[in-house]
């Protein structure tokens, strides 16, 4: 069985060189574990802050470990009285083609509520990180105008549909026309902006926010961001979840700028993490597959075949080659 190792910390953009995919023996599990065949793995921004060697909120990844991934997956062999053979199970393994888990550490996925690899996008970590994000932080009320960055991306998507269901007026910025296309035509954006084709971001965000800004669910830092902090409006919320656009930066700033804006606003800005909504995890996931069955909430996935292509999927996220959930399709059931 395969998987895929850190070979080496990139500086900057992540390439093929840092990673290193290696044959090893299928693992056996011991009492209270499975070995789970990977259906789907996951790939995420996040993982680029476990490939450095610096204080993150998530640990960094050793040189020449293999590195862990969200992963859906079929239970092969059981020592675990939690699960039996065949069933679907999803949790936080591996970029392996087989792992052991322990059976507390996995979830079971009902294969007959939807497709399993839901389980790892929009019924999984980033819907819950869209539904808390922008319903705990973003805190939107009907007739507010939210603004979310990376729009048409995993979490994005689903931020902007709940901002739509809750009343407000919404805005997105993604990087291509097709995206934009996606957000307007299918998932009820009121404007989008293809920020790769704009010469002038913050005259196009002020067009898009003839109102102003009341929330911003920030995904990407860098320029998009300093386009929306212009149009914050009086007691707005901005809800802090990536910064994708400084992942690869060599020189971060270590400070934001122009914080006059929020005397003159009394806005609030706060970053979160999904891990502090563990224990509203179930409550997110009721009402997001509620939303999908009622027809009220879409979800794409963009799934690239085949296991050694787990590192170009990886590294398209920084591309934007994604609309939706950027996924690996691994093996079959
Ligand atoms: P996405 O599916 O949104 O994929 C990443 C997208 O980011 C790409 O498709 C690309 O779309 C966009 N992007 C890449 N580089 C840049 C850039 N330089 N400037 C602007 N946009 C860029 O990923 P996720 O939905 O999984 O994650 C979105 C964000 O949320 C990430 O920043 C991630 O780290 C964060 N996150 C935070 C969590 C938390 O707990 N706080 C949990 C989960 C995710 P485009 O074509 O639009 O450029």
Not at 159 to 174: D, E, I, K, P, S
């Given at each position: ?10 500086v ?16 056996e ?23 450095r ?5 998530a ?13 859906v997956g ?8 939690a ?5 679907v199970?999803t949790g ?7 792992a052991?888990?322990d059976?507390d ?8 509520l939807?497709?399993v690899?839901?389980a790892l996008?929009v019924?999984?970590m980033?819907?819950?990180?869209a ?11 009907p ?12 979490v994005?998507?689903?931020v902007g ?16 026309d097709e995206?934009?296309?996606?957000l307007?035509d299918?998932?009820?954006f009121?404007a989008a902006?293809n ?27 860098g320029?998009i ?10 007691r707005?919320?901005v ?16 400070g934001p700028?122009?914080l ?6 009394r806005?609030?800005?706060e970053?979160?993490?999904v891990?502090?909504?563990?224990d509203?995890w179930g409550e ?8 999908i069955?009622?027809?009220e ?36 059931r």
């Amino acid at each position: 069985t395969r998987q895929w190792r850190l070979a080496s910390r990139p500086v900057g953009e992540p390439t093929m060189e840092n990673f290193e995919l290696v044959t090893v023996d299928r693992p056996e599990p011991d009492d209270g574990e499975v070995l789970v065949k990977t259906l789907y793995q996951s790939v995420d921004p996040y993982m680029r802050g476990r490939m450095r060697d610096a204080e993150s909120y998530a640990e960094p990844w050793d040189v020449g470990e293999p590195m862990q991934a969200g992963v859906v997956g079929e239970v092969v062999e059981s020592a675990a009285d939690a699960f039996d053979e065949g069933d679907v199970v999803t949790g936080n393994l591996l970029w392996a083609e087989h792992a052991v888990a322990d059976a507390d550490e996995l979830r079971a996925v009902d294969p007959d509520l939807g497709p399993v690899s839901t389980a790892l996008g929009v019924l999984g970590m980033p819907g819950v990180t869209a539904y808390w994000g922008l319903l705990d932080v973003g805190d939107p009320k009907p007739g507010d105008t939210v603004v979310v960055s990376a729009a048409a991306g995993a979490v994005g998507s689903v931020v902007g549909q709940l901002a739509r269901l809750n009343g407000a007026r919404v805005v997105g910025t993604a990087g291509s026309d097709e995206k934009v296309a996606w957000l307007t035509d299918d998932l009820g954006f009121d404007a989008a902006i293809n920020y790769k084709e704009t010469d002038d971001l913050a005259d196009a965000m002020a067009e898009a926010c003839p109102d102003g800004v009341d929330v911003y669910f920030d995904n990407v830092g860098g320029p998009i961001t300093d386009a929306v902090w212009q149009l914050l409006n009086e007691r707005s919320r901005v809800a802090v979840c990536g910064q994708i656009a400084l992942y690869n930066e060599t020189e971060v700033p270590t400070g934001p700028r122009k914080l006059a804006k929020l005397i003159e606003t009394r806005a609030k800005v706060e970053g979160f993490l999904v891990g502090d909504y563990q224990d509203r995890w179930g409550e997110a996931l009721k009402r997001l597959s509620r939303f999908i069955r009622e027809d009220e909430l879409q979800y794409r996935e963009n799934v690239v075949e085949g296991f050694e292509n787990a590192p170009d999927a990886f590294l398209g996220l920084f591309e934007g080659e994604n609309i939706g959930k950027q996924l690996v399709k691994v093996a079959e059931r």
